[in-house]
């Protein structure tokens, strides 16, 4: 069974470009998970969704970040404008409806902004 | 708020040999789950090792084990007979149980399996 999905698994841009990252979820899965992981603050929380509804977007930077989920097997992370301090690596995970301790990571997709 | 506190940014250990990793932790809360995952080079982030706050045994998954202290906020992880693919960070991480169930992380540890 495939685990969870993410294009790209690289991507360099430059700063004041839209930047466009993808997950795909675990078959099943209802809970998707978007994480940034950086230096400076390690690994954090941005958004979560249950059955395609955001619950909680607390972590999200700030509005230059937009998270949707239009279907159950796919959600995007969207950067527009990109700036330089937005270069992480950038984690989608899943897990089942209650079942949160059992989130599922994808590879990750490493976002350079330059 | 949560906080996860790994006060060990890097640590080393012979093959073959036993190390263990610290973790505390802050919370007002009773109910709850703590984690190790563990991020090779690859970046994958894989869970090593769960712990629910309400269990007083102690977790083990093979040669992972955890020393879980809750009156003191303490979660270690211990790894019997290092192996050279152990050489990875190692994050500890800390969910409420119920509510907003949130994955908070701590900076992580890197250790180094030496042969």
């Known amino acids: 069974d495939a685990g969870v999905i993410q294009s790209p698994r690289h991507e360099v841009t430059e700063m004041g470009q839209e930047v466009t990252l993808r997950c795909k979820p675990i078959?099943?899965?209802?809970?998707l998970f978007w994480y940034r992981q950086t230096m400076m603050r390690g690994l954090e929380l941005l958004i979560y969704f249950n059955n395609n509804v955001p619950i909680d977007d607390s972590g999200m930077p700030e509005d230059r970040f937009s998270a949707k989920m239009p279907n159950a097997s796919f959600s995007t992370l969207k950067i527009q404008p990109s700036e330089p301090r937005d270069s992480a690596v950038y984690f989608c995970a899943s897990s089942l409806w209650g079942r949160h301790y059992e989130q599922y990571f994808g590879p990750g997709t490493r976002l350079t902004v330059t | 708020a949560q906080t996860v506190t790994q006060s060990q940014p890097e640590m080393s250990v012979q093959e073959a040999e036993t190390v263990t990793l610290s973790c505390t932790y802050d919370?007002?809360?009773?109910?709850?789950?703590l984690f190790w995952y563990k991020q090779p080079p690859s970046r994958q982030m894989i869970l090593v090792i769960r712990q629910e706050a309400y269990k007083q045994q102690n977790a083990t998954e093979n040669r992972f084990s955890v020393n879980f202290q809750k009156a003191a906020k303490s979660f270690s992880l211990k790894i019997s007979d290092s192996q050279l693919g152990d050489t990875a960070m190692y994050f500890c991480a800390f969910m409420k149980q119920g509510g907003s169930e949130k994955l908070v992380f701590g900076k992580g540890t890197k250790l180094t399996v030496n042969p």
């Open positions: 919370t007002s809360e009773n109910n709850y789950y």
């Open positions: 078959s099943g899965h209802n809970s």
